[in-house]
């Protein structure tokens, strides 16, 4: 059994979390500290981009020289430390000695992750300070505030989490992420913060993390675009005493999934000038990975986000990227559906249907599908967002 709980990223027991300002954003509380009662089990996924930020390349190296185990994560808004060269590494290696020192763990025990402008160096004297001046607040009760701490260009926070009950016995997974513009991850996604209170050992910890992603912060996109600093820390505290081992293992991913999908889900969501959560489904795909390239090339396009948001049930843009995404596509025997309406099927259009489409794409929870007619029985689901003028605005004055 799964049932939504509150409570984000401390809901699990053996956590605590705290969030301050420390001056790198103009307003508002940019640094929040996630600490563990005590050393725990820790997995993560990163950014496959090859422009790779300070922190990724500082919390890989340190979860290698543990071997999988992690006491806290320091994470910033408002400075990516992204492309600062070894002065950016010294900083994002500062971070992670604060907080080591602040909790009072070994170093490689700390995980370190950044968001904001590419480019500028992470002032890691004010993140100290602010690590110095969280560590006293840290709190059960603090994971709002944290969520809040990590923002960028996000509406709100955005947190989750469920209890599971199942053979290995009672226990919670928690969560928190960021991400509203730069999002298509091709591993996770911007910044995301698991943690749970079963107690699983590392390697399955990686295991579970990696099939929960895939198709959930993996099947999610805004603007196409993936970060240099895309990161998914999972910790597992083992407070709860539930011990998740093989057997376990499958009912432990469908709650990590099920938190996973509503936090990629609010991502979409509450994108840059987004005002329509999309799910594009493809169908008869050949193989799955026909069908998730289809569904990531009808989501990313422009002209689809853009006639979306205009509410226009342009389904011949539908039809114009399934035969262009390079997957085996039969568009005389295709179909394209629009909310209630099928406007395209086996060479057949039916206008009649339009308005139907039109006042589907009049509310803000949109549903595409594309079969792609081959009679494969692969399908695969990605959720976008609109593409509004408001998008535009925000990413033209991002610096100025």
């Known amino acids: 059994m799964i049932e939504a709980t509150g409570g984000g990223i401390t809901a699990a027991e053996g956590f605590q979390a705290a969030a301050v300002s420390c001056g790198i954003k103009a307003e508002g509380p940019d640094l929040a500290l996630l600490v563990a009662d005590r050393a725990t089990s820790a997995a993560a996924v990163f950014t496959t981009n090859l422009t790779v930020a300070a922190p990724v390349v500082v919390s890989k190296r340190h979860l290698e020289q543990s071997g999988g185990k992690a006491r806290a994560i320091a994470v910033n808004s408002g400075c990516a430390n992204a492309c600062t060269g070894d002065a950016g590494m010294t900083a994002a290696e500062t971070m992670a000695a604060s907080a080591a020192a602040a909790v009072g763990c070994p170093l490689e025990h700390v995980l370190v992750a950044s968001t904001g402008v590419i480019g500028l160096l992470l002032d890691a004297t004010r993140v100290a300070r602010g690590i110095e001046a969280a560590a006293p607040a840290l709190a059960r009760d603090a994971h709002a505030a944290a969520a809040r701490a990590i923002m960028t260009t996000d509406r709100?926070?955005?947190?989750?989490?469920?209890?599971?009950?199942?053979?290995?016995?009672?226990?919670?997974?928690?969560?928190?992420?960021k991400g509203a513009?730069?999002?298509?991850?091709?591993?996770?996604?911007?910044?995301g913060f698991l943690t749970?209170?079963?107690?699983?050992?590392?390697p399955l910890l990686r295991r579970a993390l990696s099939a929960a992603v895939g198709d959930t912060f993996n099947a999610i996109t805004v603007d196409g675009e993936c970060s240099t600093n895309d990161s998914v820390f999972l910790l597992a505290s083992g407070a709860s005493g539930a011990r998740i081992d093989e057997a376990a293992y499958p009912?432990?991913?469908e709650g990590l999934r099920s938190v996973c999908g509503t936090l990629a889900r609010a991502i979409v969501r509450g994108g840059e000038g987004a005002t329509k959560l999309v799910a594009v489904r493809v169908s008869g795909g050949r193989t799955a990975e026909d069908a998730r390239r289809a569904a990531k090339a009808i989501a990313n396009s422009l002209l689809v986000k853009t006639a979306l948001n205009g509410g226009d049930p342009n389904w011949g843009r539908l039809v114009a990227v399934a035969g262009r995404a390079g997957v085996a596509f039969e568009p005389s025997r295709g179909r394209v559906r629009i909310g209630p309406a099928t406007?395209?099927?086996?060479?057949?259009?039916?206008?009649?249907?339009?308005p139907a489409a039109a006042a589907h794409l009049a509310g803000d929870e949109v549903e595409l599908e594309v079969d792609l007619g081959t009679g494969g029985g692969h399908g695969a689901t990605v959720w976008t967002c609109d593409l509004s003028a408001q998008y535009v605005r925000i990413n033209a004055d991002y610096r100025t």
């Not at 709100?156 to 992420?177: C, L």
């Not at 513009?181 to 910044?191: D, R, S, V």
């Not at 395209?344 to 249907?353: L, P």
Request: aromatic share 8%; proline share 5%; net charge negative.
């Open 251 to 253: 009912h432990f991913v």
């Open 343 to 354: 406007l395209f099927a086996d060479d057949t259009v039916f206008a009649e249907r339009e």
């Open 156 to 177: 709100g926070p955005k947190e989750a989490a469920v209890r599971v009950a199942g053979r290995a016995g009672a226990f919670v997974i928690g969560g928190m992420v």
């Open 196 to 202: 749970t209170d079963a107690a699983v050992e590392p």
């Open 181 to 191: 513009g730069m999002i298509e991850p091709n591993m996770a996604t911007m910044l």
